[in-house]
């Protein structure tokens, strides 16, 4: 999986050239609506037609799931790669300095390959299952502490505001008990500060694939802790994730249980 390593890092890095090159020229970005509260830029899907020439060009067979534009299929179905070209749209618009590439390969339905590239600081978070999770050139690992010495990432479900209620509980549980909550607006990115020890747990509700499948085998080659919130593992389905060190992610499991909906125990 290692040639396969290296065009997801050569394929982040094109992407994130042409992010990079676009925040110096905010004011020329063109920005259309999805949905509510769900935008995409010119920029999104140009780095995404950056990614998807350098795995073309490489495996020109393989298929591809991107957000944009969906999903490439290639001749082989045993390869899927999923991307997300800008995780992070909004910050991105705004100016705000925090968003990143993200870019995951599956072999018959799992990870092997994951890339979280930040463009702005440039760093590169990556995994090889079985093999290592790296920031950059070092190995990273996440770093177990109790609950009450945690800082715990998270994101609001803007996309799915019939979830507010339920969040807000969750969201006050896991204030109080840890010693503080970070919002920072890109799971890619919150998934990659965890492995790399600079957040100790992480929880969301509703996202897709393309936003937590890199960042997922990045946490598990660094130690970390990744189910939905029953402990099981079909949060590439549902999109519901809790993240952590292996004591953070039972301990917020603990936590969450009882203040759980119904659409969340599914």
């Not at 292996?246 to 659409?263: D, N, V």
Request: glycine share 8%.
């Amino acid at each position: 999986m290692l040639p396969m390593h290296t065009i997801a890092v050569r394929a982040a890095r094109a992407a994130g050239q042409t992010i990079v090159r676009a925040y110096a020229e905010l004011d020329r970005i063109e920005v259309t609506s999805k949905g509510v509260n769900d935008y995409v830029t010119n920029v999104d899907k140009e780095a995404e037609a950056a990614i998807t020439y350098q795995i073309r060009k490489a495996y020109p067979d393989h298929t591809i799931v991107c957000e944009e534009s969906g999903e490439n299929k290639g001749t082989n179905k045993d390869y899927v790669w999923i991307v997300d070209p800008l995780d992070g749209t909004n910050n991105f618009v705004r100016g705000i300095p925090h968003f990143a590439v993200s870019i995951a390969m599956q072999f018959k339905g799992k990870t092997e390959v994951a890339v979280v590239y930040d463009p702005i600081r440039d760093e590169l978070f990556s995994a090889v299952r079985g093999k290592f999770a790296k920031l950059n050139d070092f190995r990273i690992r996440v770093k177990n502490t109790d609950l009450n010495e945690t800082i715990i990432a998270t994101g609001f479900p803007f996309k799915a505001k019939q979830h507010t209620e339920t969040y807000m509980k969750l969201f006050a549980a896991a204030f109080t008990q840890s010693a503080d909550v970070r919002r920072a607006g890109s799971a890619a990115l919150d998934l990659a500060y965890l492995a790399a020890g600079r957040v100790d747990g992480f929880f969301e509700i509703g996202l897709k694939p393309w936003d937590i499948a890199a960042g997922d085998l990045i946490v598990r080659e660094a130690g970390g802790t990744v189910t939905d919130f029953t402990g099981n593992h079909n949060y590439l389905v549902s999109g519901n994730i809790v993240a952590g060190t292996p004591k953070t992610t039972i301990a917020l499991l603990k936590t969450f249980r009882p203040l759980l909906s119904e659409a969340l125990k599914r």
